[in-house]
């Protein structure tokens, strides 16, 4: 995976670990509280790990005498991206 990959996976991860408390349909409807929130720190746990692979890959960035490769930079700021009606 590349950084913009982990950073993307950490967010999506983010995003699933908040729906764990408030999903009450298809399978999910009968899990305990317990189980919720184990589903949820999983989750949790593999973001964290998301988001230090993207950071160690965006502080590894090695610029070339023309400054950052043009390509990684465009991945990173197509990552980064905030999706359009999400600008809370």
């Not at 908040?18 to 989750?43: C, N, P, T």
């Amino acid at each position: 995976m590349t950084g913009p990959e982990h950073y993307l996976e950490a967010e999506r991860l983010d995003r699933l670990a908040d729906q764990w408390m408030d999903d009450d349909r298809g399978w999910k409807a009968h899990l305990s509280v317990e189980e919720r929130l184990a589903y949820r720190k999983a989750d949790q746990d593999a973001a964290q790990f998301h988001a230090t692979m993207a950071l160690a890959a965006a502080t590894a960035i090695q610029p070339s005498q023309y400054g950052v490769n043009r390509g990684e930079a465009k991945a990173w700021i197509a990552a980064c991206r905030t999706p359009a009606g999400d600008d809370k």
